[in-house]
């Protein structure tokens, strides 16, 4: 059974442009959570999805950031007009959708780096 | 609102010898707690959760660790460290109450061992 997935797992963008992040979610869990992490800090929740619905995004900036989780295909994690204060590890967690076992599995991550 | 206090930023044991690792949560709720390991460059590892039932918890890789309401503590410990368990520790609190939601980390523990 693979893993969380992410990728690309290594992204670089100039000021400005925007950055796209895929997460594709172990096979047969429909939650899907995003996180961010910045050099010597833990890691701090962003957003939470189920399929097609966000059920919590408190984390998430309220400019320039947006997620979603399609019925079909991986759940993306969306900047726009990237800023260096966006370069960070940005992880991916999933778990099952029913009775959930409170365990959120980790993807590797991607780190966006922005020149 | 929920917060994990991890005290100290890096903890140096040498091989061999008792690693105790000490994290701190606040809760409104009945929380529930994880500790999860983090190897350079890769995504975050479940050492072991509570969430009911028996306060000491066993985990992965020889570790355990005990939740103490009265103190509000989950400290992590294993009885003799191992050069492989070298890696960053985090630790992590939910109060969902039965349902998924984003994770609280602490600012994590860095685990150094010395030969």
């Known amino acids: 059974n693979a893993g969380v997935m992410q990728n690309p797992r290594h992204l670089v963008r100039r000021r400005g442009q925007e950055a796209r992040l895929r997460c594709s979610p172990m096979k047969g869990h429909s939650h899907v959570y995003w996180y961010r992490q910045l050099p010597e800090e833990g890691l701090k929740f962003m957003v939470y999805?189920?399929?097609?619905?966000?059920?919590?995004e408190s984390g998430m900036p309220k400019e320039r950031f947006s997620a979603e989780f399609p019925k079909e295909g991986p759940s993306i994690l969306r900047i726009q007009q990237v800023v260096r204060g966006d370069s960070a590890a940005y992880f991916c967690?999933?778990?099952?959708?029913?009775?959930?076992?409170?365990?959120?599995?980790f993807g590797p991550g991607t780190r966006l780096t922005v020149t | 609102a929920q917060s994990v206090t991890q005290l100290g930023s890096h903890v140096s044991v040498s091989e061999g010898a008792l690693v105790l690792l000490r994290c701190n949560y606040s809760?409104?709720?009945?929380?529930?707690l994880f500790w999860y390991v983090q190897y350079p460059n890769q995504g975050l590892q479940l050492l072991l959760k509570?969430?009911?039932?028996?306060?000491l918890v066993k985990g992965i890789n020889g570790f355990e660790a005990e939740f103490k309401k009265s103190e509000t503590s989950f400290h992590l410990t294993k009885p003799s460290a191992h050069m492989s368990d070298a890696a960053e520790y985090f630790c992590a609190v939910s109060d969902s109450g039965g349902g998924a939601d984003g994770l609280t980390f602490g600012k994590g523990t860095h685990l150094i061992i010395q030969p």
């Open positions: 999805l189920q399929k097609e619905n966000i059920i919590d």
């Open positions: 967690a999933s778990s099952p959708p029913l009775f959930p076992t409170y365990e959120q599995y």
């Open positions: 809760s409104s709720v009945p929380p529930y």
């Open positions: 509570y969430t009911t039932g028996a306060t």
